[in-house]
């Protein structure tokens, strides 16, 4: 009965002794964690600032609000001006962080700034737009073809009926 008894005080007196210690190493985990996701937040700041440029979620807002714009000739270019200035930039900007965040780790986006500091890189961002822009372009045509070809094959098949012509 003395042992089990000594044996439950050794046990509580070691395990408060060794409180603070793992305290201590829990506070240096977690301060490691916010230093490497710190350092995360920064290159993907740095990486966005490399494709994009600085101004990217301004642009971005710019083309959304043209395409509405044409849509509302009758509206005032101060009202399209207000909304330009009342459009949060840091929230475009924090989603697309995210996404780097979601499929990229640190190493990774080092890594891709590297790339892209090379002038290989340099080229691939300077060409870039054009090529999305262009494969925009491809992607709508090849759409519309695979549209016309379902239609006339669903015609084809008596799923839709042929317009009656005059």
């Known amino acids: 009965m003395k042992i089990k008894l000594f ?3 050794l046990l509580l007196l070691v395990s408060t002794m060794n409180t603070p210690a793992l305290a201590q190493s829990k506070l240096a985990t977690a301060q490691q964690i916010n230093n490497q996701q710190i350092e995360k937040t920064n290159n993907i700041k740095q990486l966005m600032a490399l494709i994009c440029g600085k101004e990217f979620s301004q642009q971005i807002n710019s083309q959304v609000i043209n395409g509405i714009k044409s849509e ?12 330009l200035e009342e459009i949060n930039n840091d929230e475009l900007n924090s989603e697309m962080m995210a996404n780097y965040s ?16 090379t ?6 961002i300077k060409i870039l737009p054009k090529i999305s822009q262009e494969s ?9 073809k695979v549209a016309k070809r379902a ?16």
């Open 151 to 166: 239609i006339q094959k669903l015609e084809a098949e008596g799923y839709i009926d042929h317009p009656q012509k005059n």
């Open 72 to 83: 509302f000739p009758q509206v005032s270019q101060g009202f399209w001006n207000i909304l």
């Open 119 to 124: 002038p290989l890189g340099k080229k691939m």
């Open 102 to 117: 979601k499929h990229y780790t640190n190493e990774e986006i080092k890594g891709i700034i590297a790339f892209y500091q």
């Open 136 to 144: 925009i372009e491809v992607l709508q045509k090849y759409g519309i």
């Open 7 to 9: 044996s439950a005080v």
